[in-house]
């Protein structure tokens, strides 16, 4: 069976900080894929990332940077110098063959 | 050209109706679901469509019936309205790659309010 955490709830940041998103992920499938999503406060579901699990290259863009580490089963976010429009519940998700699964999301409240 | 719409937008209704929500995606891909979003922002997925078949049917209640006439639409009927259904219905499409699921591609969600 397939798991994704998101131990974090909330987090609340002033502007400007740099703030880390965890996401830990339980699968037996070999080849899987990892994603992030944001949903603004609007409602709409924002695909951010895709990393496949043979693929542990950290990636970058522009105030955002992903960390996928297999040793420890985890695929954290952070965004740098965060800005108020980066207020936003982000979903961790993982697919093996056919199931998607997300995490509980994290809701970040940045405060001008 | 929205990539994936839902209709409607919102839907007020009293227990014990039967309601539709209908979704049609126009990037060609094989593979539709739809969601639950909670109050407390819980997504959880319901159903999921490959090429008209279904591949997943979750937990989900016999009252909650898919229908998917073609690729690209994938509907959602749902008899006997109960207050727990009140929540955030989103479509979503993906295409299928090896070994797994591309991105998904979110519909701008369906609001349901049962009274």
């Known amino acids: 069976a397939q798991k994704v955490t998101q131990a974090q709830t909330e987090i609340s940041v002033v502007e400007k900080e740099d703030v880390t998103l965890d996401c830990v992920y339980e699968?037996?499938?070999?080849?899987?894929?990892l994603f992030w999503y944001k949903q603004p406060p609007s409602g709409e579901l924002v695909f951010l990332i895709r990393r496949n699990s043979f693929d542990e290259q950290n990636e970058i863009s522009g105030r955002y940077s992903w960390n996928f580490q297999k040793s420890t089963s985890s695929f954290n976010f952070t965004i740098t110098a965060s800005q108020v429009v980066d207020s936003a519940v982000y979903f961790c998700?993982?697919?093996?063959?056919?199931?998607?699964?997300f995490g509980r999301g994290t809701s970040l409240i940045v405060h001008p | 050209d929205t990539a994936v719409s839902q209709t409607p937008k919102y839907l007020v209704t009293q227990m014990g109706n039967d309601k539709s929500i209908k979704c049609e995606q126009n990037l060609g891909h094989d593979t539709m679901y739809w969601y639950k979003q909670d109050s407390k922002k819980f997504l959880k997925i319901m159903f999921s469509y490959n090429n008209k078949e279904l591949i997943i049917n979750e937990t989900v209640p016999n009252r909650f019936s898919p229908k998917s006439p073609d690729k690209a639409h994938l509907n959602l009927h749902i008899n006997s309205l109960e207050l727990g259904d009140s929540a955030v219905y989103f479509c979503a499409s993906s295409q299928e790659i090896a070994g797994g699921l591309n991105e998904q591609f979110f519909g701008p969600g369906t609001r349901l309010t049962v009274l």
């Open positions: 699968t037996r499938d070999t080849t899987y894929y």
């Open positions: 998700a993982l697919s093996g063959a056919y199931i998607p699964t």
